[in-house]
């Protein structure tokens, strides 16, 4: 198919995730492949308005796909938010004679990646690079893995010492406003359960959890908590069971920014490869405004608005496993 599309940008914004750095690689390879040139552009859209942009070459991209982090950077950056940035960024773009953009980040970075690209008409495909698997459209995110794989690496660790002390671990993982990180991460490392936004909204997880018992023969218990208003985060659950349930000897642990870093899983990077390979492939079929998503193993083009709508719901299946499991 005769696409428009001759030179594109590349960028990651907002939160990092492993496996950016594959993505990049990819895009970079596959436009390469495809006869386009290829401009990195640093820092996110706080680079596209600063022009910090640069030409990539294939072997700009040699030696970074078990990194993690991304080596073009990331930023939020505010000034994108307004008509007078967009415009300064829509103009280095020209500049560089830069037709279309792959932005790789989360539903922020793909929110304005949707305003920009409908403001100035250029084609831009989205890579949901995010570890919080929050978007919808997709099964999974670039990330998501290594930090599931991260997540319950640390739990194992944790349970050795809340074992010999007895203790009731609320342990913190990131997610915002989504669940599947938490959920995820509980089932794989065999903890009692997972208080998530989702469930949250609907009754007091924390309630019926101690209501419920925990299992006798258990000599300790961790339990999942989303970072998240809804939940109200680990500390606070833990200060309400100090006053509400004080038979128990009640400890805390938020793994914070360790979730985002190391080496990305397989997994991650063979998502990041077939994703950065496929943002090129939709701009061939002159595909715009649609984030790369996966189903069912098959790469599928959802449009930014699908993607962004925040009424991802989490999977009954998956709470049954972690309830079932955890008696
Ligand atoms: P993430 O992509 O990880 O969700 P953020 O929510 O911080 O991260 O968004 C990253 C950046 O995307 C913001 O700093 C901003 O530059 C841009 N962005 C987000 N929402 C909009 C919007 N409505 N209009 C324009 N730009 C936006």
Known sequence: MDSNVKSIGVLTSGGDAPGMNAAIRAVTRAAIFNGMRVFGIYRGYKGLISNEIEEFKTNSVSNIIQKGGTILKTA????????????????????????????????????????????????????????????????????????????????????????SHE?????????????????????????EAAIIPEISIEKDQLAELINQGFRKSKSSSMVLVTESEVTGGAMNLAERVKKEYPQYDVRVSILGHLQRGGSPTAQDRILASRMGVAAIQALLENQRNVMIGIRENEIDYVPFKRAIKKDREISPELLEVLKISSI
């Open 76 to 163: 939020r950056c505010e000034e994108f938010m307004t008509e007078a940035g967009r415009k300064t960024a829509y103009e280095n773009m020209q500049r560089h004679g830069i037709d279309a953009l792959v932005v790789i980040g989360g539903d922020g970075s793909l929110t304005g990646a949707g305003v920009f690209a409908n403001e100035y008409n250029i084609p831009i495909v989205g890579l949901p690079g995010t570890i919080d698997n929050d978007l919808n459209g997709t099964d999974t995110t670039i990330g998501y893995d290594t930090a599931l794989n991260t997540i319950m690496e640390s739990m194992d660790k944790i349970r050795d010492t809340a074992t």
């Open 167 to 191: 203790r009731l671990f609320f342990v913190e993982v990131m997610g915002r406003n989504c669940g599947y990180l938490a959920l995820n991460s509980a089932i794989a490392s065999g903890a």
